[in-house]
């Protein structure tokens, strides 16, 4: 054998499992469906979203986002879990992964290409989405409010892919299809639904004594709620209406830090679950 | 193909006490042997034998516990994997493919992650006798169609060491018969083939060498022949004798130091152990006027690998 071979990390390997994830969810619809989805209640929000105040039709950018927040925090995790919960460990169920690891790739290689193809396919679904339901709203929007609206697409783009790493994490870690999608199913309520009530919980038991310490940090600890942080505070105007935003002390909800903790939640899951993997 | 100093074919497969267990449990248990350039090696074993595993040990799948695993003289798991593994072509026991993709579609996708060149797809599609099938679905084919493009699959990128684990599972019998014309051809240029397969005798007359496995353990190496003879298993005596010379075919028999038995349609049959064989010779003659037929039967390579997993003879579960 020549001396020419190397152990280093092989992009064109990556790229290679990556375009076979994207070509998948294209080819079966999977991008078109969530995008329709994602386009359809962006528009029915925009313009139904005032009803229960007795108002129809488009609204202030911050109102129309602050309601895309509301239904994105369910919906945008929950497409990303069914996304990635079986990339690894259904692969290992239906056989292929043996066939896939004795090839001339990496472990690593391997999951950052399902990774890789699957954010592709969840990043064009979600920009197509709720950009598609750009069109009619940018007549009425100006620039801050075109700027709200972005800011509110990307950081659900970031949303979608924590816990897209969450599922691969959950995938490369459950023993079979069926824990894999337990284990996502109660991802979705521990960060959807129960972090939060916990938190009220919290609050309420405590009667508020030191709430304003830990409380903020608490919010960092679940991508969706740093989600809303970066959407509903951005709007001045909407802050007081949400309880737990509120508690958000100065400094903590700069953009930056928001960000960066969401990256954060990409990262770590994957990490760790490359770690797993190998 | 390469010979070494000794003027042998290089050695491309050592095995060297090879360990793997699955919590305490021993799946593979200290199994060693090795294979030279060309050779074709048949891996025999009855279910849980721990011969996928081993499969998937030399393929770097997953690590032994103990002892080392050498391909082309590098360790399967080392810095130089890659160049290993684009030497080898995989037929797993149970071929998933994808569904979605045609099989055309599928070998340009593992062409790729084998740097291998996806133009030589069609022809190796070609080969097997998927040409027309080439731009279906996958999800379209038969199981026998999906082993072949399985099979394909191994042969991309040249590969000079074949591991398949139970090949012709789902093939009809013109398909294993073009299957083992091709491993034939693919040895003679000198590619490596390791095989397993519950079809012994499908494998007998094709493989070079045998290594089964019982339990994890490596219990017998070597050619049929050889392993037949080390086994101690007799052939076996069919005699059909003429109307009424039952009684005397079965005394002459016995008096030469066979044990007859009765067979059913007025058969006698006997075991012959490799010390008698010169004694039968003599008795047959003597009785030529007695019988209609008789027939010699030697033991076969599953009735070699019976009596290693259970430690009896083949005639011993006849009787």
């Known amino acids: 054998m020549s001396r020419s071979a190397t152990s280093c990390w092989q992009w064109r390997l990556v790229a290679a499992i990556a375009a076979k994830e994207w070509r998948d969810r294209l080819r079966n619809r999977w991008v078109l469906a969530v995008a329709v989805v994602f386009g359809a209640f962006a528009l029915l929000i925009a313009y139904f979203g005032g009803a229960p105040s007795g108002v129809v039709g488009l609204r202030s950018a911050a109102a129309t986002v602050a309601s895309l927040t509301s239904l994105a925090i369910y919906l945008v995790p929950l497409i990303a879990l069914l996304l990635g919960f079986d990339a690894v460990v259904g692969e290992r169920e239906r056989g292929v992964l043996d066939l896939l690891l004795s090839q001339p790739i990496t472990r690593a290689e391997l999951l950052a290409g399902k990774y890789l193809g699957l954010a592709a396919a969840l990043s064009m679904a979600t920009l197509v989405g709720f950009g598609a339901a750009l069109v009619p709203l940018a007549p009425s929007m100006d620039l801050a409010a075109l700027v709200i609206y972005l800011r509110f697409v990307g950081s659900a783009l970031m949303l979608g892919l924590a816990f897209l790493s969450l599922a691969v994490l959950v995938s490369t870690v459950a023993r079979d299809r069926t824990r894999a999608t337990g284990a996502a199913i109660a991802l979705w309520f521990g960060f959807v639904l129960v972090f939060d009530l916990s938190l009220l919980g919290a609050l309420v038991a405590s009667a508020g004594s030191h709430a304003s310490t830990w409380a903020p940090y608490a919010l960092l600890l679940n991508p969706a709620d740093v989600f809303r942080v970066i959407n509903v505070f951005g709007a001045e105007a909407l802050r007081s209406s949400f309880g737990l935003g509120t508690l958000m002390a100065q400094g903590w909800n700069a953009p930056a830090t928001l960000y960066g903790v969401l990256l954060a939640w990409i990262a770590a899951p994957l990490g760790v679950a490359l770690w797993r993997f190998r | ?319």
Not at chain 2, 24 to 33: E, I, K, L, N, T
Not at chain 2, 170 to 190: K, N, V
Not at chain 2, 291 to 314: A, K, N
């Open chain 2, 1 to 319: 193909m390469s010979t070494g100093a000794s003027g042998l074919n290089a050695v491309v497969v050592e095995i060297k006490d090879v360990v793997k267990r699955y919590g305490a449990m021993p799946v593979v248990r200290g199994v060693g042997f090795a294979c030279r350039e060309g050779e074709m090696i048949g891996l025999a074993g009855h279910n849980g034998a721990g011969k996928s595993t081993l499969f998937k040990m030399m393929l770097g799948i997953i690590a032994a516990d103990e002892g080392d695993i050498l391909l082309f003289g590098e360790p399967v798991r080392g810095r130089r994997f890659r160049e290993v593994r684009r030497a080898i072509g995989y037929l797993p026991e149970h071929v998933a493919l994808y569904d979605n993709l045609s099989g055309l579609e599928t070998l340009r996708f593992f062409a790729r992650l084998k740097s291998a060149d996806p133009a030589r797809c069609k022809g190796l599609l070609e080969c097997v006798g998927l040409g027309e099938a080439m731009h279906r679905a996958v999800r379209e084919y038969s199981k026998g169609m999906r082993q072949r493009l399985g099979f394909a699959q191994a042969l991309i990128g040249e590969p000079r060491l074949l591991l398949l684990d139970e090949p012709t599972n789902g093939l009809d019998p013109e398909a294993i018969h073009g299957f083992y014309g091709m491993l034939q051809e693919l040895r003679a240029a000198g590619t490596t083939i390791v095989l397993s397969s519950h079809l012994l005798a499908e494998i007998q007359s094709r493989v070079d060498r045998l290594v089964i496995m019982a339990s994890g353990k490596l219990v017998a190496e070597g050619t049929v022949t050889a392993l037949a003879t080390a086994s101690g298993l007799p052939a076996r005596l069919m005699v059909t004798p003429r109307e009424g010379a039952r009684a005397r075919v079965s005394r002459a028999l016995l008096a030469a130091g066979f044990v007859p038995q009765e067979a059913g349609d007025g058969a006698v049959r006997a075991a012959v152990r490799a010390p008698l064989r010169m004694a039968l010779l003599r008795v047959l003659a003597s009785l030529s006027d007695e019988l209609l037929e008789y027939t010699i039967t030697e033991p076969t390579l599953e009735d070699v690998f019976l009596s290693h997993q259970r430690g009896t003879t083949w005639v011993e579960r006849a009787a």
